[in-house]
């Protein structure tokens, strides 16, 4: 089925970047749409970013728009994450999403990674 795994996370300085990438996301109707989510202790899980298969088609939250960028490598079956300009606020759990719906809702996603761990200090 879709198993999604994540990788790329860790610790990083305020201002600083990192790369998260999602392997598993083989195309499928079930696969149609990329997400990244985060989860921050104590609140809910918020979608960050969504793109499409072609990847020439994004969506991202307001609080990362400018900084952060999906991209999708369909011939690797990999889904990528460019975080810039990292902010303490962005610490969380990220994890990666497959559905069939173009939207950053949790709602609409049916498959998920087990998530990798971003901590941003300053």
């Known amino acids: 089925q879709v198993r999604l795994v994540e990788s790329g996370g860790g610790s990083v300085q305020a201002g600083g970047s990192l790369r998260l990438s999602c392997a598993g996301a083989?195309?499928?109707?079930?696969?149609?749409?990329m997400a990244w989510f985060r989860q921050a202790p104590g609140k809910e899980r918020e979608g960050v970013a969504a793109t499409v298969r072609a990847g020439d088609s994004a969506l991202y939250a307001d609080s990362v728009k400018g900084r952060f960028a999906i991209s999708r490598d369909v011939a690797t079956n990999t889904v990528y994450l460019q975080m810039n300009s990292l902010k303490p606020g962005d610490t969380a759990m990220y994890y990666c999403?497959?559905?069939?719906?173009?939207?950053?809702?949790?709602?609409?996603?049916?498959?998920w990674g087990q998530g990798t761990q971003v901590n941003v200090s300053s």
């Open positions: 999403a497959a559905g069939r719906h173009y939207s950053l809702l949790r709602e609409h996603y049916d498959f």
């Open positions: 083989e195309y499928s109707a079930s696969t149609e749409i």
